[in-house]
């Protein structure tokens, strides 16, 4: 199946499932099918009315041969945008590692790290990066989180700032407590959250994000 007949009957299937942001991210690419933007979008559409992953990989594959210039892209929007979900969602499913040393080229630094468990799967490794800090303010937030076996991102996160309670942070200071102001999140195999503030803590502050 091409992939403008595949297009097609997924415009076609979203109308009917009531998915119009899908539905619009499928007409525009359609339009033209090679701009990487229109990629994104659909994407970033996709997971957010919950596809799963098995559902993502297909587009993921055409979408990404070039999976650093992919991720180079996503990075920009979202060094522009603090609302840009759909290219924060575009991130999952990327080689973990190469998402942040992309970042980190950009000039951002990494905060933080540290690893969470999950019931069934591997551990996820998640690195808080931020472009510039101010006092006890850093601004943006960049999150990713990859699984510790495959690699992959499944768990990435923007935020306008990180406030924290620590008056004057330094780097390779424990980060503590503090809170996200406007924050998203987008989780594999499905999970898509936005918040004005969400708390934050360290595991040296005794908890995770």
């Keep these: 199946m091409s992939l403008h007949v595949k297009l097609k009957k997924?415009?076609?299937?979203?109308?009917?499932?009531?998915?119009?942001?899908?539905?619009?991210?499928?007409?525009?690419?359609?339009?033209?099918?090679?701009?990487?933007?229109r990629q994104i979008n659909l994407v970033g559409a996709l997971h957010e009315v919950g596809y799963l992953q098995n559902s993502l990989k297909p587009y993921w594959n055409a979408f990404r041969a070039d999976e650093p210039a992919w991720i180079e892209r996503c990075l920009a929007r979202l060094l522009i945008v603090d609302h840009d979900y759909w290219a924060l969602a575009a991130l999952l499913g990327c080689d973990g590692p190469a998402t942040i040393a992309i970042a980190t080229g950009k000039g951002f630094k990494s905060a933080a790290?540290?690893?969470?468990?999950?019931?069934?799967?591997?551990?996820?490794?998640?690195?808080?990066?931020?472009?510039?800090?101010?006092?006890?303010?850093?601004?943006?937030?960049?999150?990713?989180?990859?699984?510790?076996?495959?690699?992959?991102?499944?768990?990435?996160?923007?935020a306008r700032a990180l406030s924290l309670e620590n008056q004057q942070w330094q780097p390779g200071e424990p980060l503590g407590t503090g809170g996200l102001s406007l924050s998203m999140q987008a989780k594999l195999p499905h999970g898509a959250w936005r918040s004005v503030w969400t708390p934050f803590t360290t595991p040296e502050a005794g908890g995770s994000t």
């Excluded at 942001?21 to 090679?34: C, E, K, P, R, S």
């Excluded at 998640?126 to 990859?146: A, N, Q, R, S």
């Design 10 to 37: 997924l415009e076609d299937k979203a109308i009917v499932n009531g998915e119009h942001a899908v539905a619009a991210a499928a007409a525009h690419l359609l339009q033209d099918v090679d701009a990487i933007d």
């Design 113 to 158: 790290t540290r690893k969470y468990e999950r019931f069934d799967k591997p551990d996820v490794h998640v690195d808080t990066l931020y472009l510039t800090g101010m006092g006890k303010v850093l601004h943006p937030i960049l999150e990713i989180g990859y699984d510790t076996k495959e690699m992959i991102n499944v768990d990435v996160g923007r």
